[in-house]
């Protein structure tokens, strides 16, 4: 008789990697999909294969996602996108996440948590009231409106997902390990939690979570994406599966109304205007200077980096990029040699510049179409040569408190795909924390986020929450083009909450001061911080420092006066998991080529066309 799966895959531990593995760069001339799940990424495969652009098959790649990784993203969830158009060079922004519900207001949600006036306190993320509008449907059909080929139909997008849920699917490692921890808040969450777990006669109330490499099906979820294939927008937003969603929400004593998911589905995703930074520091014109054609004498030789404007947390990066190339130009940090990267100093000073960006974006990021946010003025050169002045090189920083940019100037998976006409796309979609809140919609299939924890419940704070409002949002896609052209350089992200613009800064320094391949500078170890959004700014001072990282720099940050916390196994998914797709150009044949390097800290990677 033939051997059942479990005899292919060892038991489950929480052991990371038991061996070094090693990953090359993938190249194509034609596009590439990088993304966290090898079968979500065939998804976005096939609808490029069919005719579709990189927008179409971003947009399959979710749908799959969501299907084979709901432990990190849904349709019940958020996404953000930057789109590069290779014919007008022009980097385009759409924000599609979702709003607060009309009762969503600081009276009510502070009654309702028990919490007693001047009494600090938070909205739980597995609490009901951390459920906002899920701004995912309406993203995706506005992906494919806006951006799409127009040669493909929504239904031919989702097909292979759809097909996924109905005939099955076998899970991949790192996504059993979350689902089996997350199994007992997706029964208690919600009298639903069934449709989410794999059916087993043997198991507690006839289902459980599937283990790796066992098959698992979602019809109903399937079936939540035929509705929106077919109708579009109002096939979520109204009918069946908004009722559900609003019934299952109010059972639990929830806030949402029918009412607000058809003012979201009237409002759409917003196009905004991306914000960037260019960057000139760390040798960086060195570094490209043999590689430009036409050779690079007397042109503006850098990169940009773009990022998503508030209620994003994308400003962090930019700061922080920004921040370290005014220490730079001061002479505080040293121009970095690839000898330097990841030692104790070069750390600090990303360490430092990030606390400071931080201390910032926790004050006065959130949702700009209700409060004004001053994003100009904080990644403009005077403010972040005058923050950076907080920077000490010698010792790590007790606490810092934001700025007045005023005065100045007066969690989630996240994937790119490129395709062969030159576009690219950079996509992130979340349900915050793992499944979000876990409760399920009956018949629908997927949990919904719990992104409304990230609100504020301080009287006066701008990120306090209110009706119909955007919270700071952790999600961020990025993209980089270069500076003497406009020509793209990269797509890239790194998922994983407030880790996300950490991920962003590390990852792209890799590349420049490490001069490592898109790959590597995904393999590298990397540190993370907490963003300090607690009680008076005093949140978690700790430095995470990934497994891997060499023993004399973890001792060069204590000395530094750093708390250090050395994070092992499968732990480790803290730091994020990252894509990078790089382009360029063959100057002999004068073909583009795509470059790709996928995360090792997830279960998929990076495939060509």
Request: hydrophobic fraction near 40%; charge should be negative.
């Amino acid at each position: 008789m033939t051997l059942t799966i479990s005899s292919v895959t060892p038991p489950e531990s929480h052991v990371f990697s038991k061996f070094a593995s090693r990953r090359s760069v993938v190249h194509s001339t034609r596009g590439i999909v990088s993304c966290t799940q090898s079968l979500a990424a065939k998804c976005g495969i096939e609808v490029l294969e069919a005719g579709g652009n990189c927008a179409d098959a971003a947009v399959a790649v979710a749908a799959g996602l969501n299907m084979t990784e709901p432990c990190s993203t849904g349709i019940g969830g958020d996404m953000f996108c930057l789109f590069y158009d290779a014919k007008t060079k022009k980097i385009s922004a759409m924000n599609g996440s979702g709003r607060s519900g009309n009762k969503y207001t600081l009276e009510t949600l502070r009654k309702s948590l028990g919490l007693a006036d001047g009494e600090f306190g938070k909205i739980p993320m597995s609490s009901v009231y951390s459920v906002s509008v899920p701004g995912a449907p309406a993203g995706w059909c506005d992906t494919v409106e806006r951006f799409g080929s127009g040669k493909v139909s929504m239904e031919q997008i989702l097909a292979p997902a759809i097909a996924l849920g109905e005939k099955g699917f076998p899970v991949a490692e790192g996504v059993a390990h979350f689902w089996n921890k997350s199994e007992a808040q997706i029964r208690g969450a919600s009298p639903n939690g069934s449709e989410m777990l794999k059916k087993d006669p043997a198991a507690q109330n006839g289902v459980r979570a599937p283990r790796a490499g066992e098959i698992m099906k979602n019809p109903t979820l399937a079936k939540t994406f035929r509705a929106l294939a077919t109708e579009g927008k109002k096939g979520f937003y109204s009918g069946r599966i908004a009722s559900e969603l609003v019934k299952v929400v109010q059972d639990l004593g929830g806030l949402l109304e029918l009412e607000d998911l058809a003012h979201h589905m009237e409002t759409g995703s917003e196009p905004v205007e991306a914000i960037s930074l260019k960057f000139r520091g760390q040798n960086v014109a060195d570094l490209f200077k043999d590689t430009i054609l036409g050779g690079a004498e007397g042109k503006d030789v850098g990169v940009e980096l773009w990022e998503h404007p508030p209620n994003g947390q994308g400003i962090v990066a930019l700061m922080a990029l920004g921040i370290i190339q005014e220490l730079e130009a001061a002479g505080k940090i040293p121009t970095w040699s690839p000898a330097d990267f990841n030692t104790a100093p070069y750390l600090h000073a990303i360490i430092e510049s990030l606390r400071i960006a931080f201390a910032d974006a926790s004050w006065f990021v959130t949702d700009p179409n209700v409060t004004n946010v001053p994003s100009a003025a904080m990644i403009s050169q005077p403010y972040l040569a005058d923050r950076a002045k907080l920077f000490d090189a010698a010792k790590a920083s007790v606490q810092v408190d934001h700025g007045s940019p005023a005065l100045q100037s007066s969690d989630t998976v996240y994937f790119a795909v490129s395709d062969s006409e030159g576009n690219a796309i950079s996509f992130i979609n979340s349900n915050y924390g793992g499944f979000g809140t876990c409760i399920i919609p009956a018949g629908c299939g997927f949990t919904l986020q719990n992104r409304a924890a990230n609100f504020s419940l301080e009287a006066g704070h701008p990120n306090v929450v209110e009706p119909r409002k955007r919270p700071y949002h952790t999600i961020i896609p990025a993209a980089v083009t270069n500076l003497h052209d406009g020509s793209l350089h990269s797509v890239f992200g790194v998922m994983g909450g407030f880790m996300q613009p950490q991920g962003h800064v590390q990852v792209l320094l890799g590349q420049i001061v490490g001069r490592l391949t898109p790959q590597q500078a995904l393999d590298a170890p990397r540190v993370c911080i907490g963003p300090g959004m607690s009680q008076g700014g005093k949140g978690d001072r700790t430095v995470y420092i990934e497994e891997g990282m060499p023993a004399e720099t973890v001792e060069g940050l204590k000395k530094l006066g750093h708390e250090v916390q050395v994070v092992t196994d499968m732990e480790r998914s803290q730091f994020g998991r990252g894509q990078i797709i790089r382009w360029s150009i063959d100057p002999i044949e004068n073909v583009g080529v795509w470059s790709a390097g996928s995360d090792p800290r997830g279960d998929g990677g990076a495939y060509p066309l």
